[in-house]
Structure formats: C-alpha cells, structure tokens
C-alpha cells in the first residue's frame, strides 16, 4: 500500500475553465470562516512539499457540490502547502473529460472526480492514473486509486421504503410514481432499481403505476420534468429523485403553482441544506432526504486527505464508505444539528475500510 512518494512540480497555466486555490484568490465557493478550522497544520521546516490536487464536480449549481468544494478548500486551508484546482462539469460530460486532460498536462499529483458518465471518462482517467496521478472517483472502478463507495442500491431501497410507508398510510395503497434517474451512471442506476424493489416489496404491487424515469442533469431539466408532469399526468403524487437538487427544483414547481403539499411525496438523496429546509417547512411536499451520516464538507474534507496520503505514499483507505440514514420531519432537528468538524477521521475511515475488506 506503500507507495513512492510524488514531489510537487511547477504549477502550469490550465484553461481559463479552471480556477485555483491554495496560496491564490478562490473563485469556487468558500468554506464559512466561522466553521473553517484553525491553521493549525501550518507546514514547518521539516513538512513535507506540498500537492497539486485537481477537482471535478458535476455541477456547482447542486448544493452537495458546492458544499463538497468547501471541504477540499477547509483542508487546504489546514494544509496550506498544497494548491487545489476547482473545474465545474457544469453537467457536461465533455467538459469533465477537458478537465481530466488538462490535470494531466499541469502534472497534478491527484484528481478528486465525482463522474457525470464514468464510461465515457474511463479512457481519460486511465491515462492520468498511468501517468502516476493519484485518482478518487465517484463512482467506484476497479482501475482507481481511491473509490468512494455509496450503496446505491440501499440510498434507493431507503427512499422507497419511506414512499411505501406513505402510499399505504396517506394513499391508501395506490400511487402513481414519477422517478428522476440516471441510466449513463451505473451506479446511480442503482438508486433508482432499489427505490423500485422497496415500493413493490412493501406495496400491492397492482395497485402501483410506475411512470418511465426521466433524466434531469440539472434543476432546470427537474423543473421542466415538473411543469410537464403536472399537465401530462395529473395523478402522479409521488416523485423519488436521485438527488436533492433535482428533487428541491421539482418541489419549487409545486410550491408556485399552489399544489397542495400534503398530497405529495417527494424525495432526494444527499442531505443537502435546500432539501432540509424544505421537509422542516414542510410546505413543499418534500418528506425525506437520504444522507450520509456525516455532512458533506467533512465528508468530502476525508476525501481529499486520503487521497493527498496515497499521494505521498503513505497508507490510505482503497474504498471510501459512510452509513445513510433516512432524513425526514420526524428526525430532521437532529440532522440539522450536527456540526461540520473538519476533523482528521483518518483512522476512523481506514479502519472502516480494512473492516468491510475483511468481511468480504
């Protein structure tokens, strides 16, 4: 697991998509200053050298995205020798590849890539991890450095459940359900086929009707699905979205065009602060968010350690994994309190990992 340790090489001009941090002004989102932690890991005579380190999102414009950036910039701010380079995929698969080809050509030590269509990034990121870069991607392959590892299927089995409970308590058993889904991304393909196995699970199935899922890159392809969807099909009362974004977009539909929210059932995955908002308000039909049990800064601060340590060939976590849990009304105040640390889990997450490897 020891690996040969990577020295940082002079910083190149990327294209104008590209923005920087770590010892430059940040165009990405900023972490809060009242959560950023204290610099306390300022480097001393005897630190290492530090890092180049690429990002990729999907889009900005999603909240987890966004909030995911403020943990890379938070450990930066921690490890201040280290320079990170933000690009926003802006829902664009192209754009994802250009990034990845242009981390190759500035000499990156590592990519951090949450992968819009992995298929269709699998050449380009098989030549950055050729070429030495240290790779973390979402979804998982076997040719990575790094895997952060969602059980979709089960992200998706949660969300159906909580639907089910709803359609035999509020609908009497008998729904017709929309569904937002992805079918370039495989894994979250697997969001949507355990949303499907909860609802007939704990359903008549015959008195269910699914309607054909939708891909919605982007909110706005969200709130086109809703404006369509309450024209073409007036019975659906129950949407089960991949993610927040496109969830919390669909609700806004609804909230304008005064649709009673105690007839809907909407739900998202990520535990972002839009959708929270919404099922505490409780006036957007949304009932139910599926998120890590970690937020997501911190999340995302473990993310870029690993992967930095695996830069410097010291040990790190192969596969990144976190518990989910179902955020609904009934326990949203207890969501909403927990606190972004920004703490080192090192151990806490290699020792999950090497746990889950051991069991099989």
Avoid at 157 to 162: A, F, L, N, P
Avoid at 165 to 173: A, H, V
Avoid at 305 to 312: E, L, P
Wanted: hydrophobic share 40%.
């Amino acid at each position: 697991m020891k690996k040969k340790y990577l020295t940082l090489m002079l910083a190149i001009l990327l294209l104008s998509a590209l923005v920087g941090c770590g010892g430059k002004k940040v165009a990405s989102p900023t972490p809060d200053s009242s959560s950023a932690p204290p610099q306390t890991d300022a480097p001393t005579g005897n630190s290492p050298k530090g890092l180049k380190i690429g990002a990729c999102v999907m889009d900005l414009t999603s909240e987890y995205f966004s909030e995911s950036v403020k943990g890379y910039e938070a450990w930066i701010a921690a490890h201040p020798e280290n320079e990170l380079t933000v690009v926003d995929g802006q829902g664009d698969v192209a754009k994802q590849v250009t990034a990845i080809e242009n981390f190759i050509a500035a000499g990156m030590d590592a990519i951090l890539l949450n992968a819009l269509d992995s298929a269709a990034l699998e050449d380009v990121v098989k030549r950055a991890v050729e070429s030495g870069i240290k790779v973390m991607q979402y979804p998982d392959t076997d040719y990575v450095t790094v895997g952060l590892c969602n059980d979709d299927y089960n992200f998706g089995y949660v969300q159906g459940t909580e639907a089910a409970k709803w359609i035999n308590e509020k609908l009497g058993g008998t729904a017709t359900v929309a569904f937002i889904w992805n079918p370039r991304n495989a894994s979250l393909l697997q969001r949507t086929e355990g949303q499907k196995a909860a609802l007939v699970e704990l359903c008549d199935e015959s008195k269910l009707t699914f309607l054909e899922p939708q891909t919605c890159d982007t909110a706005a392809d969200a709130s086109k699905l809703a404006e369509n969807l309450l024209v073409s099909n007036p019975d659906v009362r129950v949407l089960l979205s991949i993610g927040d974004s496109q969830a919390s977009a669909f609700a806004e539909v609804l909230k304008a065009k005064n649709v009673n929210p105690d007839e809907w059932f909407l739900s998202g995955v990520d535990g972002s602060q839009e959708a929270l908002n919404m099922i505490a308000d409780g006036s957007y039909g949304f009932r139910c968010s599926v998120a890590y049990s970690l937020r997501t800064p911190d999340i995302a601060y473990d993310l870029i350690d690993n992967i930095a340590r695996a830069a410097r060939g010291e040990d790190y976590a192969v596969k990144y994994y976190q518990d989910v849990i179902p955020v609904t009304a009934e326990n949203i105040d207890d969501y909403s309190a927990m606190e972004v640390t920004y703490q080192d889990r090192f151990e806490n997450y290699y020792n999950y990992w090497l746990e889950k490897e051991q069991a099989g």
